[in-house]
């Protein structure tokens, strides 16, 4: 009921918004502090986290932890009860005025189930979390890359408790209430710096100005880990990762994590992308690769005819080129079209579906 009602209003979504915010912001004027004052970017993507969160209902084993996770890094705001009443309340309202004769009570009574079961989730686990609620982090290092990428490290005023292949939230001086999820590229270290790659990438505000404009010397915030991305050693499977773009950084940190122990299951790394620039990290990984016999690294290019040594076409047609993988357990990370066009092929190559994991909450 619920999916098929939020298809009624779906092409309104920008209407659905905007009636979402104005009734949020008239219920608790004070949420409005906790938003950018631009709200051109922010506008769609609370709604649409929240009906994807709300349409999942009926998968507690992967939405229940993710909720839980959020809970906690929803504490950076400032959230209380008061403010999840109103957005219930808000949300409600919004898809009942655009879904017309659609909206029964039976379908009310959905949407008000659902959300109810997100809420408690979340609010159980934030005050169930006596850590803080963000880290101040200082920019020791900004390296540009290339002309659309940057290399960021960051020195935390306190140790951040993340597993490698996890992702943080992160809100930069230069873009204040617009906070972004990245991930940490290399394993958790005794000095606690944390180094992240960061790609610039169309209509990104914060990515570009990360790239073009952040200096050493910078306060970064950065909130709780979250994500389920990573390798258990002990549990006797090798491992495949898939990797496109910037989403190496979690598989060079947990492939980081590894190097540290002298035995592992064994791990193939596809690392993707469109031309060579986009496998910025490739010497990295080959060096890694050298030392640890464990590490397969097969590059990918779509593009560039004249690169030796590198399998064509796009990741999901290399992967499933090898077979189904049905004896691995599978990571992926990149971007969200990348994800489903290969978990897509995958499944139809015969991996089991329960053998694969990714983190699709990372852009929004």
């Known amino acids: 009921m619920i999916r098929e009602s939020f298809a009624v209003v779906e092409p309104r979504s920008d209407e659905v918004a905007k009636f979402f915010y104005g009734m949020l912001f008239s219920l608790a004027p004070a949420t409005r502090e906790m938003f950018p004052a631009n709200m051109e970017v922010q506008r769609s993507r609370l709604l649409r986290a929240l009906v994807h969160v709300v349409q999942m209902v009926d998968r507690p084993d992967d939405l229940i932890p993710f909720l839980r996770q959020l809970g906690r890094d929803h504490r950076k705001f400032g959230v209380v009860s008061v403010h999840y009443e109103s957005v219930g309340t808000?949300?409600?309202?919004?898809?009942?005025?655009?879904?017309?004769?659609?909206?029964?009570?039976?379908v009310e009574l959905a949407w008000a189930e659902a959300y109810t079961i997100m809420a408690r989730a979340m609010q159980e686990a934030a005050a169930a979390d006596d850590g803080p609620a963000y880290w101040h982090a200082t920019v020791l290092e900004h390296q540009r890359v290339s002309w659309d990428l940057a290399v960021v490290r960051l020195q935390p005023d306190h140790p951040i408790g993340y597993r490698a292949g996890q992702y943080v939230s992160v809100e930069t001086p230069q873009r204040a209430r617009m906070w972004r999820y990245f991930s940490p590229a290399?394993?958790?270290?005794?000095?606690?710096?944390?180094?992240?790659?960061?790609?610039?990438?169309?209509?990104?505000?914060?990515s570009?100005?990360?790239?073009?404009?952040?200096?050493?010397?910078?306060?970064?915030?950065?909130g709780p880990p979250m994500g389920r991305l990573h390798v258990?050693?002990?549990?006797?499977?090798?491992?495949?990762?898939?990797?496109?773009?910037?989403?190496?950084?979690?598989?060079?940190?947990i492939i980081d994590g590894m190097a540290q122990w002298g035995e592992n299951p064994r791990v193939h790394l596809f690392v993707g992308g469109r031309t060579r620039e986009d496998l910025y990290d490739l010497d990295n990984l080959q060096r890694f690769a050298m030392t640890n016999p464990w590490l397969t690294v097969v590059p990918v290019l779509e593009s560039d005819p004249g690169a030796r040594g590198i399998e064509r076409g796009t990741l999901a047609d290399a992967v499933t080129r090898y077979g189904a993988w049905e004896d691995r357990d599978v990571l992926i990370c990149g971007s969200p079209s990348m994800i489903r066009a290969t978990v897509s092929r995958m499944l139809v190559a015969g991996t089991p579906l329960d053998r694969i994991k990714y983190d699709p909450f990372t852009l929004d």
């Open 90 to 106: 808000a949300l409600l309202a919004a898809v009942k005025k655009y879904a017309g004769p659609v909206w029964t009570p039976q």
């Open 186 to 206: 290399n394993a958790p270290r005794e000095d606690g710096i944390i180094e992240f790659h960061i790609r610039s990438v169309e209509g990104g505000w914060v």
């Open 208 to 222: 570009r100005s990360i790239v073009g404009h952040t200096q050493a010397g910078d306060v970064w915030r950065l």
């Open 232 to 253: 258990d050693r002990r549990a006797g499977r090798d491992v495949l990762m898939i990797a496109g773009g910037t989403g190496v950084a979690p598989m060079h940190a």
